[in-house]
């Protein structure tokens, strides 16, 4: 796969050129790219991606839920010894729930000529876009001698914690404090951080795609350390 993709391009990915005209199991013509990556989404299953240990929403209520999108899980709750339980049509509900125009009237909401999505399909983002790299973005913005923290949950498979070690490799920078534990709050293993001269990268831990959605008081412990300036 490493041979066959091109990994600087998204959706789709694209092949490296010469690892072509294979068929797929349907019996079209694709290229060794794709077959690839459809024996990955095999082997993987149904899971979501969004948190790899939290279930998928697989109800059909009242029209509610779609077991195909990724986007469904959003709050939580704490039970018993720290343990975190998510309930996969959690999301779906908060849509309808924000939808309704008298809660709309008590959030002071701006009401919206559709309907309201957490994550809606009206911004129509270019390929091109997609596929641009931000590394010169960070690069410029080393020069501004901002405080600049990165983070990723460590159960997000859409944007993975190695995929960010790995794109924070090709920037120019010196680590200072190598990987450690960070605490929260509550005196907990809240995730992992690495020290550079220009930055902070941190994990979080059992935080899926959405890290506050995931895990609210490690989130904002992370957040006011950033604002305070204070080390993880």
Partial sequence: INKACNYSHL???????????????SGLSTDECDLFIEKAQKEMGNIN????????????????????STMRMFAQKQLGEGQMWMYPCLYDYMEKYLNRKDVQLAIH??????????CTMMVNYSEQDQVNSMLPVYRKLFHSDLHILI???DVDAIVPVTGTRAWLKALPLTEVVGWHPWMD????????????DKLTFATVRNAGHEVPGYQP????????RFLKNQKL
């Fill in 151 to 153: 983070y990723s949950g």
């Fill in 49 to 68: 991606i969004d948190n790899i240990y939290a279930d998928m929403c697989l109800e059909q209520e009242g029209g509610l839920a779609h077991s195909d």
């Fill in 217 to 224: 008081l490690r989130a904002l412990d992370m957040f006011n």
């Fill in 11 to 25: 959706a789709p990915m694209r092949s490296n050129g010469e690892h072509v005209s294979a068929s797929s199991s």
């Fill in 109 to 118: 909401a701006s009401t919206l000529p559709y309907e309201w999505n957490g």
């Fill in 185 to 196: 709050s509550k005196n907990q293993v809240a995730g992992y951080g690495v020290v550079y």
